[in-house]
T-cell receptor, first 114, second 113 residues
Framework: QQQVKQSPQSLIVQKGGIPIINCAYE??????FPWYQQFPGKGPALLIA?????SEKKEGRFTISFNKSAKQFSLHIMDSQPGDSATYFC?????????????FGTGTRLQVFP | NAGVTQTPKFQVLKTGQSMTLQCAQD?????MYWYRQDPGMGLRLIYY???????DKGEVPNGYNVSRLNKREFSLRLESAAPSQTSVYFC????????????FGQGTRLTVV
């Protein structure tokens, strides 16, 4: 119930392509869905996040699509660049009076070739 | 601002040794977290602290203990290290819980031989 399932494990695209990373969850108590980007040797950093009351959010070239009924959400990277090569993690959080958990997916390693 | 600072950055331990990983944040955040990152497993929550004076177990707490020393500091202790605890450990903090942006440290790469 606490899991967040992420796919694919790795992704290779050419510059300008649109990689899509998918995540699914089961616990309907999750109420915040962020995506984190991690470069080698660094800690993850927040990229974009969505709350379940909206179906889509865009920030620059990054878009989250959210399907509450299917309990799925995805990250789309428009016009991908070699600098986008990194590992991407989806996550889901629960914040109640006695619970404060941010649960991550297993990660997707993205490589963008020139 | 330094953000989230973890020490040490690298550590090699022998099986059975103990050590404490230190984490401090200077952003006046209420919530702090410890994660471990293993290939193919993503980031798994070990312990979290929703506020000063409170701690609770995450997904993989066995073999670890934590202390929320004050609002700034959250330490992770391995009492008797095992090879299965070889991993990269990340500390994170957020202002108002898991529904707000989490800021991560640079990580501690721990090897248990």
């Amino acid at each position: 119930q606490q899991q967040v399932k992420q796919s694919p494990q790795s992704l290779i695209v050419q510059k300008g392509g649109i990689p899509i990373i998918n995540c699914a969850y089961e616990n309907t108590a999750f109420d915040y869905f962020p995506w984190y980007q991690q470069f080698p040797g660094k800690g993850p950093a927040l990229l974009i996040a969505i709350r379940p009351d909206v179906s889509e959010k865009k920030e620059g070239r990054f878009t989250i699509s959210f399907n509450k009924s299917a309990k799925q959400f995805s990250l789309h990277i428009m016009d991908s660049q070699p600098g986008d090569s990194a590992t991407y993690f989806c996550a889901a959080s629960i914040w109640l009076w006695d619970t404060d958990k941010l649960i991550f997916g297993t990660g997707t390693r993205l490589q963008v070739f020139p | 601002n330094a953000g989230v600072t973890q020490t040490p950055k690298f550590q090699v331990l022998k099986t059975g040794q103990s050590m404490t990983l230190q984490c401090a944040q200077d952003m006046n955040h209420n919530s702090m977290y410890w994660y471990r990152q293993d290939p193919g497993m993503g980031l798994r929550l070990i312990y979290y602290s929703a506020s000063e004076g409170t701690t609770d177990k995450g997904e993989v707490p066995n073999g670890y203990n934590v202390s929320r020393l004050n609002k700034r500091e959250f330490s992770l202790r391995l009492e008797s290290a095992a090879p299965s605890q070889t991993s990269v450990y990340f500390c994170a903090s957020s202002l108002l819980g898991a529904n707000t942006e989490a800021f991560f440290g640079q990580g501690t790469r721990l090897t248990v031989v």
